[in-house]
Every structure is written in structure tokens, then in C-alpha cells.
């Protein structure tokens, strides 16, 4: 029964360390590609970060912020990121959730 225990007490400290890592983020907007990149056009020099992922199917993520939110799509091709968009590319891009 100590493992019962042990369980529930392992899976409130994960709860709470996925709790902080929302609250550490902000608030993060997941759209669809398109929208994403009509927003990106709004920004002069945008700064995205981009990964990859995916076991079995490739997918391309991407992530930037605007007026204090981030923004976050997910698409199976990649995008065309506007030529003036500062890129980092990241080995993971992680969304709490």
C-alpha cells in the first residue's frame, strides 16, 4: 500500500511542476498555420522559434511572441516564414498542457 502512496505523491509533484511551468510561460495561443502566419506579417522583425517532431509523422513547430502572448502552430509541412523573421531553431519546443 506504501506504493499507492508513493504514486499520488509522484503524480502531485508532477501536477504541480506542470502547474508552474503554465504559469512560468504565460499564456500560449495554438492556432492553425494559416492565421499564424497572417499574424506574422503584422510583426516587422518577428522572432520565431522552430523544432521539429513527430516519431512516426514529421511535423514542423513554431513559436513566437506578440503584445505578450505566444503563439504556437504545429504544421506537416514547413511554413513560409516572412524573410525579415529572425529564426532560432530549437531542439524541442515544449507546450505545458
Given at each position: ?26 499564456a ?19 522572432l ?13 513547430q ?36
Amino acid at each position: 500500500m506504501a506504493y499507492a502512496g508513493g504514486a499520488a505523491a509522484s503524480s502531485a509533484a508532477i501536477s504541480a511542476e506542470i502547474t508552474q511551468a503554465i504559469k512560468a510561460s504565460g499564456a500560449i495561443v495554438n492556432m492553425e498555420p494559416p492565421e499564424f502566419l497572417s499574424l506574422l506579417d503584422k510583426v516587422e522583425a518577428p522572432l520565431v522559434v522552430t523544432a521539429t517532431g513527430g516519431t512516426i509523422n514529421k511535423n514542423y513547430q513554431y513559436l513566437f511572441g506578440y503584445k505578450g502572448l505566444a503563439f504556437f502552430t504545429k504544421s506537416s509541412e514547413k511554413l513560409p516564414l516572412p524573410p525579415q523573421a529572425e529564426i532560432i531553431k530549437a531542439k524541442k519546443i515544449w507546450i505545458p498542457g
